[in-house]
């Protein structure tokens, strides 16, 4: 067995979820660190927050892969008085690398969006047949350049109605509660879905156009939702954390089968920190 650097676990990524597939406002790749770094211990997780920070520097991890960026906007400066710089200072003064694979990583075969759609696939059954015909699947936004598409678009095996369609959701992604917008007793032949924040209208007007009755994501806003529903497709905001979890263990499960390979020495773990922040009471 042997010790890699960052750069192996970067070309690893990269040969899947190449950066210049990123949204040209998003900020992707090593974001602290030094790529000759020798990494044993990675940590996967969705965001860098505080409990995120503190799990990776007590475990003695020498890298944290993070879906959103914690850098996003431009730094001014970086000080414990804020909870970005904080976390920047904890990670540099521990020595261990971050990396982010944002909406390069939605758009890569396995990524964010086909979790999403196989586990709402998923009919409850061992051996059963899924409630999609994936032969239908296609991209929601075009790619640009040789990038894919963002967002994905599949069809029913066999219709339900919007309610029936909510309470299998419910069950294959384990929430205790969704909220929707539309006519419960619609019938959803047909349905489109970007995980994460894809509330624009430029998402739910693509999958209209698709021929979708019902448009599923997260973060959804009160007018564009408004907007949608009055222009004939319906809503499904699973929240923003429930339609991009799977990816961690997805991510943790494609670096440990790619270590196995070629016979390196790596740990592998996905976070332990539950980073869902909205409930209900």
């Known amino acids: 067995m042997k010790n890699v650097t ?5 070309n690893e990524l990269e040969s899947w979820a190449p950066t210049h597939w990123a949204e040209d406002w998003d900020n992707v790749g090593l974001l602290l660190g ?3 770094k020798v990494v044993r211990k990675v940590l996967v997780a969705l965001d860098a927050t505080d409990a995120v920070v503190r799990e990776t520097v007590a ?4 890298f ?5 960026p914690l850098i996003h906007d431009p730094l001014r400066k970086i000080t414990s008085a804020t909870p970005q710089g904080r976390k920047i200072l904890a990670l540099l003064q521990a020595g261990i ?3 982010t694979g944002h909406t390069n990583v939605d758009k890569a075969a396995g990524g964010v969006n086909d979790c999403l759609l196989d586990k709402i696939n998923d009919c409850g059954t061992n051996g059963g047949v899924g409630i999609f015909d ?11 350049c040789d990038a894919p598409g963002l967002g994905l678009v599949a069809a029913l095996r066999t219709s339900m109605t919007l309610e029936g369609f909510i309470v299998h959701i419910k069950r294959a992604l384990q929430l205790p509660d969704i909220r929707y917008s539309g006519d419960p007793s619609v019938m959803i032949h047909k349905v489109g879905l970007c995980g994460g924040d894809a509330s624009h209208p430029r998402y739910w007007n693509a999958a209209l156009a698709q021929g979708c009755e019902v448009f599923i994501t997260g973060d959804m806003r009160y007018h564009n939702a408004q907007d949608a529903v009055e222009a004939g497709i319906n809503i499904i905001d699973i929240t923003h954390y429930a339609g991009e979890s799977f990816i961690i263990e997805a991510i943790t499960t494609r670096l440990r089968d790619a270590a196995a390979r070629d016979h390196i020495d790596l740990t592998v773990h996905a976070t332990q920190t539950n980073g869902q922040i909205f409930y209900q009471i």
């Open 97 to 99: 690398n971050l990396y």
């Open 134 to 144: 994936n032969t239908t699947r296609v991209s929601l936004i075009d790619g640009f």
């Open 6 to 10: 960052s750069e192996w676990l970067i």
């Open 34 to 36: 030094d790529t000759s």
């Open 64 to 68: 944290l892969l993070t879906h959103h």
């Open 59 to 62: 475990g003695g991890y020498d």
